[in-house]
């Protein structure tokens, strides 16, 4: 502790290395952190335990999380100095390094440096910024070597050490010296690789019943999760190094797809394939576990897989996008039943709910399948019928104008319900893991049921404050728009097609909601006692 103006305030440990590998082998933040340690006790600095921040990043970027916890310790005013072991730990470009120093400077808190004296004179930031930049050049150098050191071990028939080289079914032996660098069969594992290619070509079983079935039999996850996914399966059945071929260099970084809120600070983090003419191949370096024939025949059916998908995505669904479970809160698919009659396939429509699918939820939704032919012909009658009376829907949207008020408490409201479905879920994974570990079966189920009926509750209280928000939202329709798309279409309604429907649901923002036999449409119309007459067949 220090004391400024009376007032006391804490020293702060700043470390910082650039791999995981440094951080595990402990010798690098552990030097640091004692040098560090060292010159506060040689400055008569106190140093406890909540103001030492250590991370493993990379000095480039000036978005890390510990540096970034730093930096707003000393805004709050919580610090008075800063030790670090020299100036490339804070950062290796000389811009951050500058605005760093000025960070803390304008907050009155001291940076020391256990290597060097920092200098605040503007001859001293020119020399800190040329020292800065001399550590940026290293680090490109360093960034350099690096990857010619990679292509090095590539050309010696190794593999580049790191996450990349672990593969499920293998085990990596690292090193540089002669039988290492490369995978050897890992037979507890190797065994269920097969399995799965064996299930999925010969058996005919799909990739998310595959992946349940893991579940089922306590597989152990190529990853750390807790349970096994479609998508852990698919990479599987794609990757060629269980054929025996191992390539590099297969993948460069760029932009990532989904953009981060504007203002956000982000890395290149997406991902983008190189052609297939720029991989590198490193032959023996992971044996064969899976015969070629069979690889090949895999992916023969995943092709298939994937061309029966974009033809049923052929089959127009009028609701998809607009029908919601009200028991799980989930959003109802549009999927094609084949019934075989005689000698003849007849394709049905249905409308069934996500929460139905294991592969979403662990615990199956019970809300019913629907007929789509029969619900989308009630569905738009009822539409069909209030867009011919416009002056009753103009009514409905002047009253919900005045709802619009309590918009800020619904949403506040609505984020601690999906918070605590969230706590729900997690606790359910716990319980699968303690089933997996033996826990006693009664308490397991127990436990579980109490959870089950909590979710209940809390779905259909979300499900009930969904319809107050979007009703709310709906607040901001213009009354003269809606009011000439109530003319426009009540002169065209019997000509609708498909789109002209599909336009026509979103333009009044329709959800229809399903609990058990009961059909509830809401949105910017309002439906008469809220309910159409949907009999299932029996």
């Known amino acids: 502790m220090i004391k400024d103006n009376g007032v006391r305030k804490k020293a702060a440990i700043y470390c910082r290395v650039s791999t995981e590998d440094q951080e595990r082998e ?4 552990q030097s640091q952190q004692a040098a560090c340690l060292a010159k506060a006790i040689e400055l008569g600095y106190e140093i406890t335990e909540d103001t030492v921040f250590i991370e493993t990043y990379s000095g480039l970027t000036i978005d890390r999380p510990k540096l970034q916890q730093l930096r707003q310790a000393a805004r709050d005013g919580e ?8 100036l490339d730990r804070l950062s290796r470009d000389p811009v951050h390094c500058i605005i760093i120093q000025d960070d803390l400077e304008r907050n009155h808190v001291k940076l020391v440096l256990v290597t060097e004296d920092i200098d605040t004179s503007d001859m001293g930031k020119l020399i800190t910024h040329i020292k800065g930049f001399a550590a940026k050049l290293e680090a490109e150098k360093i960034r350099e070597r690096t990857q010619r050191g990679i292509r090095e071990r590539v050309k010696a028939g ?11 079914g293998y085990t990596y032996v690292s090193g540089k010296g002669v039988g290492e660098g490369i995978r050897y069969e890992n037979k507890s594992e190797s065994n269920w690789v097969k399995q799965i290619f ?5 058996e005919g079983i799909g990739i998310d019943r595959i992946a349940y079935k893991l579940r089922e039999l306590g597989v152990p996850t190529p990853s750390a999760k807790a349970i096994w996914y479609a998508s852990e399966v698919w990479r599987i059945l794609k990757n060629r190094a269980y054929i025996g071929e191992t390539y590099v260099f297969t993948q460069t970084f760029g932009e990532p797809k989904k953009r981060l809120p504007k203002g956000s600070k982000t890395r290149k983090t997406g991902i983008i394939w190189k052609p297939q003419t720029d991989w590198v191949s490193i032959p023996g370096a992971t044996p064969p576990i899976i015969d070629s024939n069979v690889f090949e025949a895999a992916q023969a059916q995943l092709k298939r897989n994937r061309e029966r998908s974009k033809r049923n995505m052929k089959q127009e669904y ?8 009200r028991k799980c809160g989930r959003n109802y698919w549009g999927f094609l039943k084949r019934i075989i009659w005689g000698k003849k396939v007849h394709p049905h429509k249905y409308y069934r709910c996500a929460g139905k699918l294991r592969m979403v939820a662990p615990i199956q939704c019970t809300n019913h399948n629907l007929n789509a032919d029969k619900l989308e012909k009630l569905v738009w009658a009822e539409i069909e019928r209030l867009l011919q009376n416009p002056a009753f829907i103009l009514s409905e949207v002047e009253r919900r104008r005045a709802e619009g008020r309590l918009d800020g408490f619904l949403q506040d409201e609505y984020a601690q319900v999906t918070q605590r479905l969230s706590e729900l879920d997690r606790q359910q994974q716990e319980l699968l893991q303690w089933a997996l570990k033996g826990f006693p079966s009664d308490t397991v189920a127990r436990e579980n049921e ?22 709310a939202k709906q607040s901001d329709i213009e009354v003269a728009g809606l009011e000439q798309f109530c003319d426009l279409a009540r002169a065209n309604l019997k000509n609708f097609g498909y789109e002209e429907k599909r336009l026509a649901l979103d333009a009044l923002q329709v959800v229809v909601w399903v609990d058990e036999d009961t059909v509830t449409i809401t949105g910017a119309i309002p439906i008469k006692d809220g309910c159409i007459n949907y009999t299932r067949p029996g």
């Open 26 to 29: 402990g010798t690098s933040l």
């Open 79 to 86: 610090l008075g100095v800063v030790i670090a072991y020299a």
């Open 158 to 168: 190794r593999m580049p050490s790191g996450r990349r080289a672990r593969l499920y």
């Open 198 to 202: 064996h299930w999925f070509v010969n």
């Open 318 to 325: 009028l609701l998809s996008g607009h029908m919601k479970c």
């Open 450 to 471: 109490k959870i089950n009926k909590q979710r209940v509750d809390l779905r259909k209280l979300e499900a009930e404050l969904k319809e107050k928000l979007e009703r």
